[in-house]
């Protein structure tokens, strides 16, 4: 797992937020795909900091849930 990545790296990169988040947003989190990775992020701070794992971390997380 990386926390270093800034926003800036990953403001380029598609977001999609759950369905169930609701039109007022709530507390969610936005997920991205990228080259081999997954980029994680909090909804309610796009300009904050970014967790990225690997595609494999985060299939065995959405299984596990």
């Known amino acids: 797992m990386n926390t270093a990545e800034s926003s800036a790296v990953a403001s380029g990169l598609a977001w ?19 080259t081999g990775t997954v980029h994680i992020r ?6 904050g900091p970014v967790i990225r794992v690997s ?3 985060w299939a065995g997380f959405v299984e596990q849930a």
Request: a negative charge; proline letters at 0%; charged letters at 25%.
């Open 16 to 34: 999609f937020k759950s369905s169930y988040s609701g039109a007022e947003g709530g507390d969610c989190v936005e997920v991205a795909a990228g």
């Open 42 to 47: 909090d909804s309610k701070a796009v300009a």
């Open 55 to 57: 595609r494999g971390a």
